[in-house]
């Protein structure tokens, strides 16, 4: 991750995974129609990172805003949309909260357009957070066994800011609101990480997040 990158996160106030998920973002590709399922707004912070200059239309769900624009869902049921209606879904930071997630992967697929893309975050090694639940952590043979069926296929799951000392360093800096002792504790986590990468092996395995993507035959 770049340094400027890293720097500009800390004083914005995010979470060294944030950071690391945003920094991600740059390298996602949406065009034409999609539907954001986790965000109210492109007041959410990670699109200042995309490239929407091929996006015609997002739509962009809530269930208890009541705001005029947004589109009412509850995603723990079938979802009040027409098939094969969007070339991408994005479902940042939302899986964990969602109870029945089978039914919102099917209700994915049927709303995507043939050729249409998921792309999505989930957090693994991460604290508790109640939004308004906090129910799973998916690891990576999860994602990709969930995402296993005949309409898709370019599966992925790849690990995003991996590493035992960015997790602990993680851990510990949640409790602290001193972001000078923040941004010391995740520039650590990432020079130890490096380090423990050179003379080891196993660091995915210590993954506070994944990157999931699948493409609609």
Do not use: W
Request: glycine share 6%.
């Amino acid at each position: 991750m770049n340094l400027i990158h890293l720097i500009s996160s800390i004083i914005k106030g995010y979470s060294l995974l944030r950071a690391y998920e945003n920094d991600y973002v740059k390298k996602i590709k949406i065009d034409g129609t999609g539907i954001d399922l986790g965000a109210k707004s492109k007041n959410a912070k990670y699109y200042e990172y995309f490239n929407l200059e091929k996006v015609t239309h997002i739509d962009f769900v809530d269930y208890y805003s009541g705001n005029p624009g947004i589109v009412e869902l509850d995603l723990e049921k079938p979802l009040k949309l027409k098939s094969s209606t969007y070339n991408f879904v994005l479902m940042f930071n939302i899986l964990e909260h969602i109870y029945n997630y089978k039914n919102l992967f099917d209700e994915t697929v049927r709303i995507l357009r043939s050729g249409g893309k998921l792309h999505g975050f989930v957090p693994f090694m991460f604290h508790y957070h109640p939004d308004p639940n906090d129910y799973f952590r998916f690891s990576e043979q999860a994602l990709t066994n969930i995402l296993k069926r005949k309409e898709l296929f370019q599966i992925k799951a790849i690990p995003i800011c991996y590493g035992p000392f960015k997790v602990v360093a993680s851990v510990i800096a949640e409790v602290l609101k001193n972001r000078v002792m923040r941004a010391f504790l995740y520039a650590s986590g990432i020079c130890l990480d490096k380090i423990l990468m050179k003379i080891s092996s196993g660091g995915t395995r210590y993954s506070m997040a994944y990157y999931f993507t699948a493409t609609k035959k």
